[in-house]
């Protein structure tokens, strides 16, 4: 140790040890030996049973995370000038991956950025935070400030900072749930929480407060594009449509006919106006309906493309057999809906529905379909939600195009 520690500590198991050792950040409650001394979300030392420095990280007693680490730097100060640095590493990195596409992407991503329990998307002048973690909760008046100036100083324009505090895994890390507006020192709140982004070359209406997650989906930006790319001049079925982000790519690639489905008739009414919003009114149809009893009611052949972007079937350990079969029901019966020749995009964006688990119940399906898969590409979430290798629960997005042969 190279200062004096002015943190309380904690001693792990070797258990713990090891798995931070391999540079995972999180400690579970049974892994703590020696409980702190400390109020909950501030910052302890934690030691191995052997008395070795392994890190520091933000302490909750509420979480079964009890410690998430930020640094195993014993050299680190945490500081205004700590956290800064960490931001303006998370922004030059998006400067490099998205390119001109930073208008519109994940600014922060959680453990990947080392904020642990964080999020943070950019949609054009407004930002949209959600935040897990009680530590970070803390320090937030610090971090959003400092986000934005870094943004400012770098020409970006950034009018306002909504917090999506909604979610009810908050409360379990002790915190009340809530939204609105963060009060950004010099600025006065935007008039709405409505704005309209560009991605791929496709306008949107984004609803910060009301719409999913933090409004918009970012982490399939890419995959967009390698549908659009297929879709020339093909009928297309875009399921669990939401907003109409994968139907409108496929429409502005060039499809034939467009038909999105989505069993929340608000997000089928946004779809539909953000088809108005580019002029493909014309090209695309739009059901409220539930895509799982929709399915069987289709002919066959009556489209030659799928499009198959579900919710997360399962949040935990627990529900994964359950989810095996909701999503190889849906990739069965599109299999059989397709015709030879016939395209079929299928994911899942489900950390806990691994890959193995994944690509183990699309060769069922196809067996069951008769059909064999023929493999365009096999593709992740977006480089802006970045993948930790050895977090593995940053690595949670499945996406695969295949034609039916």
């Known amino acids: 140790m190279k200062q004096d520690r002015p943190?309380?500590?904690?001693?792990?198991?070797?258990?713990?040890?090891?798995?931070?050792e391999k540079g995972h950040p999180w400690i579970y409650d049974t892994e703590i030996l020696t409980?702190?001394?400390?109020?909950?979300?501030?910052?302890?030392?934690?030691?191995?049973?052997?008395?070795?420095?392994?890190?520091t990280g933000f302490y909750n007693s509420h979480s079964k995370i009890r410690v998430r680490?930020?640094?195993?730097?014993?050299?680190?100060?945490?500081?205004?000038?700590?956290?800064?640095?960490?931001?303006?590493?998370?922004?030059?990195?998006?400067?490099?991956?998205?390119?001109?596409?930073?208008?519109?992407?994940?600014l922060v991503f959680g453990e990947a950025d080392s904020f642990p329990g964080l999020t943070i998307d950019r949609f054009s002048n407004i930002l949209v935070a959600q935040t897990l973690c009680l530590g970070i909760e803390k320090v937030k008046h610090l971090l959003f400030p400092l986000l934005v100036k870094i943004l400012e100083e770098d020409g970006q324009e950034i009018d306002g900072l909504y917090e999506r505090n909604d979610v009810a895994i908050r409360e379990l890390e002790g915190m009340e749930q809530g939204t609105g507006w963060f009060p950004l020192p010099g600025k006065e709140p935007p008039a709405s929480a409505c704005t309209e982004i560009v991605e791929n070359g496709i306008r949107y209406l984004v609803d910060c407060?009301?719409?999913?997650?933090?409004?918009?989906?970012?982490?399939?930006?890419?995959?967009r594009q390698a549908v659009a790319r297929l879709s020339k001049g093909r009928r297309v079925l875009d399921c669990f449509t939401h907003t109409g982000s994968?139907?409108?790519n496929a429409a502005m690639g060039g499809a034939a006919h467009v038909h999105s489905v989505d069993i929340s008739e608000e997000a089928v009414r946004m779809a539909e106006e953000n088809a108005r919003r580019?002029?493909?009114?014309?090209r695309m149809s739009f059901e409220a309906a539930n895509v799982f009893d929709l399915l069987p009611t289709i002919p066959n052949k009556t489209y030659d493309f799928i499009i198959l972007?579900?919710?997360a079937f399962t949040k935990s350990r627990k529900t994964v057999q359950s989810a095996i079969r909701g999503y190889k029901e849906i990739n069965l019966r599109a299999m059989k809906l397709l015709p030879l020749g016939g395209y079929l995009a299928t994911c899942s964006c489900s950390h806990f529905m691994t890959e193995e688990l994944f690509v183990k119940m699309l060769q069922d399906?196809?067996?069951?379909a008769g059909v064999r898969l023929r493999q365009i590409e096999a593709r992740q979430q977006a480089p802006d939600h970045p993948i930790l290798w050895n977090v593995p629960e940053t690595n949670y997005l499945k996406f695969y195009l295949f034609q039916i042969v």
Request: charged share 30%.
């Open 69 to 106: 680490l930020i640094s195993r730097n014993a050299n680190d100060r945490f500081d205004e000038a700590f956290w800064e640095r960490r931001l303006r590493h998370a922004w030059e990195y998006r400067k490099t991956v998205m390119g001109e596409d930073v208008s519109c992407c994940r």
């Open 309 to 311: 972007d579900p919710p």
């Open 365 to 368: 399906a196809a067996k069951d």
């Open 35 to 55: 409980p702190p001394d400390c109020a909950d979300g501030e910052l302890v030392d934690v030691f191995s049973g052997r008395r070795t420095y392994l890190g």
């Open 209 to 223: 407060a009301n719409g999913q997650k933090t409004g918009f989906f970012l982490d399939q930006k890419y995959n």
């Open 278 to 282: 580019n002029g493909l009114e014309g």
């Open 7 to 20: 943190y309380p500590f904690v001693h792990v198991t070797p258990k713990a040890e090891h798995s931070v």
């Open 246 to 248: 994968f139907g409108l």
